[in-house]
């Protein structure tokens, strides 16, 4: 994927996230929308770490592994100077 790809993948699987852990506030036994909860997280997280490795970290979390050298991100397009977020 480029940028603008994994960009819009990452705010797809962030939205089912959000979405999902709202359900859950009224549906905690729900075995099925719990699953789903882990596997959005999973691939969230992994979208993430994606894109800190090839553009600079977009959240704190994912800081540690893409500015190991020093301090860079902050040298990093922001999101809107991309073309918007």
């Known amino acids: 994927m480029n940028r603008r790809q994994l960009m819009d993948h990452i705010n797809q699987v962030s939205f089912?996230?959000?979405?999902?852990?709202?359900?859950?506030?009224?549906?905690?036994?729900?075995?099925?929308?719990?699953?789903?909860?882990?596997e959005m997280s999973?691939?969230?997280?992994?979208?993430?770490?994606?894109?800190?490795?090839?553009?600079?970290?977009?959240?704190?979390?994912t800081a540690e592994e893409s500015c190991a050298e020093r301090w860079t991100w902050v040298n990093e397009p922001w999101p809107w100077q991309e073309g918007g977020c």
Request: hydrophobic share 35%.
């Open 16 to 38: 089912a996230v959000d979405e999902v852990k709202l359900y859950l506030d009224t549906h905690p036994c729900d075995r099925e929308a719990l699953a789903y909860f882990r």
């Open 42 to 61: 999973r691939k969230r997280d992994h979208a993430l770490k994606e894109y800190a490795a090839a553009y600079g970290p977009l959240t704190v979390d």
